[in-house]
């Protein structure tokens, strides 16, 4: 009777030690979380957990926004940094800034901008009629290109884009996927139609679209790779910046005789039509 109570015994200390082993209850910051800093303004996470060997028996991931080393929420909308699925910050470094996206519940549809107004903390709302997840027209951090509009971050202009494709689809790619330079006075787009080189002659031409965003106008022209072998570089993201496209910087653009912005570099080359395959009827 002795050896089978100590026998037992031993069994629940083994058990014991072994569940002390593989059982990990925490509250910590998530390591897989982003934490995006810009100047006053923080966006982070933090888990609380109960972990049992490999699985979760518990896992609650709460978000924050801090400003000025405080928690923060927007006196109109407190429940807003619950519904944001990840937050970038302006190529600018100057600026003091947040941008945010909607998560699922929003279908990630809507853009927010956390800014300073008048020496206090704000969030904006960008119109879900300008579409979403837009890309930055250029290192100065102020303009964001949508599928059907301009948006100045610190001024709130708003420009209205038309002809931009994808504009209407609700599943299509999005600016930041496919925009590889943006005129200066914001009348032309230049975006990658095919940036795989045709190698069936010496020049290697890739399909670019060249989108008139006043007009609406758009047609895919030709350009040699061979001749400006930038367009086909990429950039991976930079902390929590998301520049523009790499081949924007080399983009060379000349005020023309009509007053709007003509592209020098790359060459622009033939007009690319999209052939046209006879009927099976």
């Known amino acids: 009777m002795l050896n089978r109570c100590i026998l037992v015994l031993i069994t629940l200390l083994a058990s014991i030690a072994l569940y002390a082993c593989t059982r990990t209850d925490s509250s910590a910051t998530d390591d897989d979380a982003p934490k995006t800093v810009r100047g006053r303004f923080m966006f982070t996470k933090s888990l609380h957990a109960l972990r ?6 518990y896992r609650d991931v709460t978000q924050y926004f801090f400003f000025d080393g405080k928690p923060w929420k927007p006196a109109d909308d407190p429940d807003l940094v619950d519904r944001v699925g990840g937050c970038d910050t302006s190529p600018n470094t100057a600026i003091e800034m947040l941008r945010c996206t909607g998560d699922f519940t929003e279908s990630y549809r809507t853009t927010y901008i956390l800014r300073v107004k008048d020496g206090r903390p704000e969030a904006r709302k960008i ?3 300008c579409g979403r997840n837009p890309v930055w027209i250029d290192n100065d951090g102020q303009w964001l290109l949508f599928p059907k509009c301009y948006y100045n971050i610190v001024t709130d202009e708003k420009i209205a884009v038309t002809g931009m494709p994808f504009a209407d ?7 930041v996927q496919y925009v590889l330079g943006v005129s200066p006075d914001k009348k032309t ?5 095919d940036l795989y080189p045709d190698s069936s002659n010496k020049d290697k031409l890739v399909k670019l679209w060249v989108i008139d965003t006043v007009s609406g106008k758009s047609e895919v022209r030709k350009a040699s790779v061979a001749k400006f072998p930038w367009l086909t570089d990429y950039e991976q993201p930079t902390g929590d910046i998301l520049s523009p496209a790499a081949a924007s910087k080399h983009f060379v653009w000349k005020r023309g005789i009509s007053g709007r912005d ?5 060459e622009l080359l033939g007009v690319w039509v999209r052939p046209q395959y006879p009927s099976n009827k």
Request: glycine share 12%.
């Open 52 to 57: 049992v060997g490999d699985s979760y028996a």
């Open 127 to 129: 119109d879900e009629t």
């Open 169 to 175: 689809d609700p599943q299509g790619s999005t600016p």
């Open 189 to 193: 787009v230049i975006g990658s139609y």
């Open 262 to 266: 003509m592209l020098v570099e790359p």
